[in-house]
């Protein structure tokens, strides 16, 4: 059925230092790729995604990476900061008429120590 | 552009009870994704609306449904409420839906507690 699978669930790093979160996925017919970023008591926000056709993708001090064939994505946080503490979130969009339906992984605490 | 609200921000109702939640999107965008978030389960996807009509749909009982109007404003209605429905109740919104690419945004969400 429909996975979407998320690893580490939690997550320490002193600030400074990078971070990954990795996910795998299950359906093939998934092309779109989000990752969202959850603070205590607010809403998900969407940080970064990545589309089925680019294999990277680079906004600052954040970068996803996504390999099709072994159907699994990473985010990547260089140069952590106390901020970056939250939730992380990886999704994928199920099915080939996926029309807003998110699959999301279990989240990631994210701790980054000063 | 205002974002996505939803109201109430927080609800306690009791077993048996129904509620009725509603989310209005970003301005211009036409579809609304709804979405349940519990510490147990994490975020599940209930249904998609876009242009009055449901296009997709997840894994949660009939007691669960939702409506679109013409201005894109939805709303989600859950009858018989059971302890286990207590959540987080997160709508998204996007221009389209991700089948033309775009980023779903999400409002504050509703936070039902059934006692």
């Known amino acids: 059925g429909e996975n979407v699978e998320q690893h580490p669930s939690t997550l320490s790093v002193q600030e400074g230092d990078s971070a990954v979160i990795k996910c795998t996925y299950s359906?093939?017919?998934?092309?779109?790729f989000p990752w969202y970023k959850q603070e205590l008591g607010k809403r998900p926000q969407l940080i970064i995604d990545?589309?089925?056709?680019?294999g990277e993708k680079k906004d600052q001090r954040i970068a996803v990476t996504l390999n099709k064939t072994a159907k699994h994505f990473s985010l990547h946080i260089t140069e952590t900061q106390p901020e970056d503490s939250a939730v992380y979130f990886c999704?994928?969009?199920?099915?080939?008429?996926?029309?807003?339906?998110?699959?999301f992984g279990a989240g990631t605490q994210v701790v980054v120590t000063p | 552009k205002a974002g996505v609200t939803q109201t109430p921000r927080y609800l306690i109702k009791t077993r048996g009870q129904q509620v009725t939640l509603s989310c209005s999107p970003i301005?211009?965008?036409?579809?609304v994704s709804w979405y349940q978030q519990t510490p147990g389960q994490g975020l599940q996807f209930l249904f998609e609306y876009f242009s009055e009509t449901q296009r997709n749909k997840g894994n949660f009982p009939g007691r669960f449904s939702g409506r679109q109007f013409s201005n894109s404003r939805s709303e989600m209605n859950v009858s018989t409420l059971e302890l286990g429905d207590s959540a987080l109740y997160l709508c998204?919104?996007?221009?389209?839906?991700?089948?033309?690419?775009?980023?779903?945004?999400f409002g504050p969400g509703t936070r039902l507690t059934v006692l």
């Open positions: 990545i589309r089925s056709n680019v």
């Open positions: 998204a919104s996007s221009l389209v839906g991700l089948s033309s690419y775009n980023e779903q945004f």
């Open positions: 301005s211009g965008h036409r579809s």
């Open positions: 359906d093939s017919a998934s092309n779109y």
């Open positions: 999704a994928a969009s199920i099915g080939t008429d996926s029309w807003g339906k998110l699959q």
